[in-house]
């Protein structure tokens, strides 16, 4: 798709009729200028824009994850193109995650809705001396100074989105024409796009409201809405990807040509991590903490201290028809988990000592869900738990109702439970809202461990941020433990992240920013057959190869879109590919 064609289109105005598409989620009939002096019509150009943020539940062709690109997860269905992905068939033409012209269309919207804030007539409230009218226009007054904030939040989170999958990309920050030429359009260097988007966090954090307590509205449904905190938070991951591996060695990219857009200039890297670490901080200290409460019911809210920044979607039930096992009512398999990722939670031995499941160990292997890591059970439905309504215990053994030879049944001997209103019943098409969550105060917490980690090791801080996200309510496992080398608090971290963020599209980010690509997506993913002995009941575990997964370096960034490369030739494609 081509940039140019995300450009706001104007029809003109007709003697009886007009009708004009600023995007593709505002239509209305009534002109241009009229929109623009509208407040709830420049109001409405904004909650457009809102759309535009992704949801994760339901991404790749309306029903995979990105997590089934990743060691976290097959996706039942071979159609779907997400295993593009896992088998190395992706290229700049088809590309299963095809967002260039998603995020410039969002772009464009927020180029000109800027303009459209400064248009906006409040003289009928400005010129009007009666004190409630007064009192209406310095309200509006305010909101369409923070709406011009909400929308650069918004614009610097789009950039990011890009920036993470294409490194440096064209910085387009002006309301262009529909003529406009774009053969002469060029990528802006990574370092230009980082400090861009730095820049309008701090622009943002300066005139926002802290967070959804402090927000001068009153709907539930503006929760949703960018905050202090939202612009923050955005600074403390652009600056940790910063720092990281992946933005700082080109080595990968065998001699490319424009290191500059696919890498930080040479530099203090512990610079770096201290400026990743101060951003999280200022996170922390920005507000009171919250308690972390119950893990599972955190993703079917909206409302909840622990989020910093959600989107917010509508009842259904399809995430729930796509995910459940196969033997239940409509239950489709869809993001069934890993072996990989169901190994990478820890045994609790104690209420000081958690260690990492070993197959080789007999007990473990003989009863293998004993006494792990809670969010095990509240991500994962593992053979045997009960689930769904109405409920019942899961049979994922061979011949089971709800395993092989079964069609579509799990590959891996799992289904995904994160994200699930188990309360629903599909047969009689119960819906409940679900919320894709952008940020949450976790992932500060390990985004600051890792960081301080990297420039301060042994600091304390980092054991104190890492054990909070381990001591939620219902979690309660033992903290990081003392004398770790700074490698194994690494190892640490990085293993805590995969587990806390499992399914929230973290994983396929943060092994290419550790540079661990083929460690991880290039090795087989691992599933478990299970039987059933007939007499006794007993079940038998035993680890199996799924499938045998593809990763090039080439894959550690997508390629530009080759729409777009035809129609600037200064545009110059990234390495590899």
């Known amino acids: 798709m081509k940039i140019y064609s995300y450009l706001f289109a104007v029809c003109s105005v007709l003697a009886l009729a007009s009708c004009e598409k600023l995007d593709r989620d505002f239509v209305t009939t009534i002109g241009r200028n009229e929109i623009e002096q509208s407040f709830g019509n420049v109001q409405s150009l904004l909650n457009a824009i809102y759309a535009d943020l992704p949801d994760g539940t339901l991404y790749i062709g309306g029903a995979a994850m990105m997590d089934a690109a990743t060691d976290e997860a097959e996706f039942t269905a071979e159609t779907n193109a997400v295993q593009s992905f896992n088998s190395g068939s992706w290229n700049a033409v088809s590309n299963p995650d095809f967002v260039w012209d998603r995020y410039y269309r969002g772009i464009r919207k927020v180029n000109q809705f800027l303009l459209s804030t400064g248009k906006v007539n409040l003289d009928p409230w400005k010129l009007d001396p009666n004190p409630s009218a007064q009192t209406v226009y310095q309200t509006n007054l305010a909101a369409i100074k923070r709406w011009a904030y909400e929308a650069r939040f918004l614009r610097a989170f789009m950039y990011f989105e890009l920036v993470k999958r294409y490194g440096g990309v064209p910085l387009l920050n002006q309301a262009l024409e529909v003529d406009a030429d774009f053969s002469k359009t060029q990528r802006n260097t990574l370092d230009d796009c980082i400090k861009f988007i730095v820049s309008e966090c701090d622009s943002a954090a300066l005139q926002l409201p802290l967070n959804a307590t402090t927000l001068p509205y009153v709907a539930a449904t503006d929760l949703g809405r960018v905050t202090k905190l939202s612009a923050l938070a955005l600074k403390s991951r652009v600056l940790?990807?910063?720092a990281s591996e992946l933005f700082n060695n080109p080595s990968w990219a065998a001699g490319y040509a424009k290191p500059e857009y696919i890498s930080l200039p040479a530099g203090d890297r512990n610079a770096r991590w201290k400026a990743a670490s101060d951003a999280a901080k200022a996170v922390i200290d920005a507000a009171p903490l919250p308690t972390l409460g119950a893990y599972k019911a955190?993703?079917?809210t909206f409302n909840n201290a622990e989020i910093i920044f959600t989107r917010r979607n509508g009842a259904s039930n399809q995430f729930e028809r796509i995910n459940s096992p196969i033997g239940f009512p409509q239950g489709?398999?869809?993001?069934?988990?890993?072996q990989n990722?169901?190994?990478?939670?820890?045994?609790?031995?104690?209420?000081t000592t958690a260690v990492k499941f070993d197959w080789n160990d007999p007990v473990m292997a003989a009863n293998p869900y004993a006494n792990r890591d809670p969010r095990l059970e509240m991500t994962i439905v593992r053979n045997d738990a009960t689930f769904?309504?109405?409920?019942?215990k899961v049979q994922l053994y061979t011949s089971g109702l709800d395993g092989k030879p079964i069609t579509n049944a799990s590959k891996t001997g799992y289904y995904l439970r994160k994200y699930q209103i188990e309360s629903l019943n599909l047969n009689n098409n119960n819906t409940g809202v679900h919320s894709w969550i952008i940020f949450r105060y976790p992932e500060i917490y390990l985004n600051y461990a890792e960081a301080l980690n990297e420039w301060s090791p042994g600091n304390p801080d980092i054991k104190t941020f890492y054990d909070r996200v381990r001591s939620r309510t219902g979690v309660t496992m033992p903290g990081l433990p003392?004398?770790?080398?700074?490698?194994e608090v690494r190892e640490a971290i990085r293993n805590e992240k995969r587990v806390e963020f499992a399914f929230e599209d973290h994983r396929f980010w943060d092994v290419r920013r550790w540079m661990q690509g083929a460690t991880y997506f290039g090795a087989p993913l691992r599933g478990v057959d299970i039987t059933r002995d007939a007499t006794s009941g007993a079940f038998t575990y035993t680890p199996n190869t799924v499938e045998q997964r593809t990763f090039d370096p080439k894959m550690y960034l997508y390629p530009i879109p080759q729409n777009d490369l035809n129609i600037?030739?200064?545009?110059?494609?990234?390495?590899l590919w």
């Open 298 to 300: 955190l993703f079917n």
């Open 482 to 487: 003392t004398g770790l080398s700074q490698a």
């Open 341 to 351: 990722l169901v190994d990478a939670y820890e045994v609790k031995v104690n209420a």
């Open 388 to 392: 769904g309504t109405p409920s019942r």
């Open 240 to 242: 940790l990807y910063a």
């Open 332 to 338: 489709q398999s869809g993001n069934t988990p890993s």
């Open 568 to 575: 600037s030739p200064l545009i110059v494609q990234n390495p």
